[in-house]
Nanobody, 131 residues
Framework: QLQVVESGGGSVQSGGSLRLTCAVSGRTFAAYIMGWFRQAPGKEREFVAAISWSANHVKYLDSVKGRFSISRDNDKNTAYLQMNSLKPENTAVYFC????????????????????????WGQGTQVTVSS
């Protein structure tokens, strides 16, 4: 079993920045995809960003393109989400999700935005943006 732990959330004003960190531990593994999802009160969990093992494939929710940036450090089993120009509508609990199941390269991008394609996730970290 893998442990996924998110950190870096907090409260910021509109226009501010936060950097979320996702640390994965437990045993040797290969995270084919690492992704970030978020869930606002009363809403469904939605995809935010994802990155493949080699970082050759990256995908973002349209509304965060140009403001958010996902990256990963495979040596540290860690992924990051740099969030700039934050808006009140970005307020949510942000979850890190990990896919360990093997996936063919042709299916990576199509799978990135789908919650059921991931195998592990953490407890989430709260991000609150005030106007």
């Amino acid at each position: 079993q893998l442990q996924v732990v998110e950190s870096g959330g907090g409260s910021v004003q509109s226009g501010g920045s936060l950097r979320l960190t996702c640390a994965v531990s437990g045993r040797t593994f290969a995270a084919y995809i690492m992704g970030w999802f978020r869930q606002a009160p009363g809403k469904e969990r939605e995809f935010v960003a994802a990155i493949s093992w080699s970082a050759n494939h990256v995908k973002y929710l349209d509304s965060v393109k140009g403001r958010f940036s996902i990256s990963r450090d495979n040596d540290k089993n860690t992924a990051y989400l740099q969030m700039n120009s934050l808006k009140p509508e970005n307020t949510a609990v942000y979850f890190c999700e990990v896919r360990e199941r093997v996936i063919t390269p042709a299916n990576i991008v199509a799978s990135m935005g789908l919650k059921h394609e991931y195998d592990y996730w953490g407890q989430g970290t709260q991000v609150t943006v005030s106007s």
